[in-house]
């Protein structure tokens, strides 16, 4: 049986467009139905926040508004996605005010009127990412109350373009505060907001299937594989010489050898592809010192039109397949073969 396929092969066997059930799927946990199905609760919410900074935070409790659904509106509106929160935690201490070993603390305006908010958790230790603020795809569907941290993020979201102890930290967007309890006003502001999808929302579904076909490869392995095979979603496989972990879409395990699988299905084209084929060459070498191999599961149009980077990875892989049932059985069998 033929593993490593060149292009042509590959592409032969290639669906190009996301199954429907993959769709299907994607649609059903995708944030943007829950964004705009909870609209009208969320700007109830704002309406009634006019009496002091942190009121929000009695509304949302006492409507039982899920406190990251309510984040998760907030960095839409204010265009504040994922990096940015990183970077923001990363330089905390550089953009707020630190006195005597105190809290950090945002001096900011409420209805005219300077008012202190206090920093309960932020920064944190590590990285703030959107499933720690309970914001990320998987996490989303799931309701959180309030939390140091997401009352943190819902003061700087709402009235971070009117900190002025803050130093540089992208918030000029974060000024919905300016019309809490404005009603109409606030109404079309936030209305008009969703007319165009920001990029936070515009790169969700395409990220929600791209999880979704690393758990289908993954599924199917778990299932086409026995017990003394461990499949690992996101694994890693330690290698002699780096001080960290190779990671890996799924990871398959049997005896203490191991292969490597990457995913990777693109409808539209990005970088992502020419990323995975200028690393194929020297990873391929670094497991095969170890006796490993690795696998990809490539398809999509997009990756397609990424000719030459496509053409590597086939190139540096010991087994390619596309994304399709019976590839993936190609792809069993040569991990029975493998790891024997």
């Known amino acids: 049986m033929q593993y490593a396929k060149n292009i042509t092969e590959l592409e032969k066997n290639a669906v190009m467009w996301w199954p429907e059930h993959l769709k299907k799927e994607a649609a059903n946990i995708s944030v943007i139905p829950m964004l705009l199905d909870s609209q009208e609760d969320f700007i109830a919410i704002l309406r009634l926040c006019d009496k002091s900074p942190t009121q929000i935070f009695e509304v949302i409790e006492a409507a039982k508004f899920p406190a990251n659904l309510f984040l998760k509106h907030l960095t839409v509106l204010a265009d504040y996605g994922g990096e ?187 970088s992502v592809i020419e990323r995975k084929g200028g690393q194929a060459q020297d990873r391929q070498k670094i497991m095969h010192e170890m006796g490993y191999h690795i696998a990809y599961v490539i398809d999509g149009a997009g990756n397609f039109q990424r000719r030459s980077a496509v053409s590597t990875i086939c190139q540096f892989s010991d087994c390619t397949v596309a994304y399709n049932d019976s590839e993936f059985v190609i792809l069993v069998e040569f991990i029975k073969k493998c790891l024997l």
């Open 84 to 270: 940015t929160t990183q970077r923001l935690n990363k330089n905390f201490r550089s953009v707020f005010t630190f006195e005597n070993g105190s809290k950090p603390y945002m001096d900011a305006i409420f209805q005219d009127t300077k008012f202190r908010y206090e920093f309960e958790a932020l920064p944190i230790k590590g990285t703030l990412n959107n499933k720690k603020m309970g914001v990320d795809g998987s996490s989303i569907a799931s309701n959180t109350s309030l939390n140091a941290i997401t009352r943190d993020m819902i003061m700087l979201l709402l009235y971070g373009s009117s900190a002025f102890n803050a130093i540089g930290a992208d918030l000029e967007k974060c000024e919905i505060s300016n019309l809490l309890g404005k009603g109409d006003e606030l109404d079309k502001y936030v209305r008009q907001k969703y007319i165009w999808v920001s990029r936070i929302t515009g790169g969700a579904t395409s990220n929600t299937q791209g999880q979704l076909a690393q758990t289908v490869v993954c599924d199917f392995l778990t299932k086409h594989l026995d017990k003394s095979f461990k499949v690992t979603r996101n694994g890693a496989i330690k290698l002699n010489g780096y001080s960290k972990p190779m990671p890996f879409d799924v990871v398959v395990e049997k005896g203490g050898k191991y292969i490597g699988v990457e995913v990777s299905f693109q409808v539209t084209t990005n």
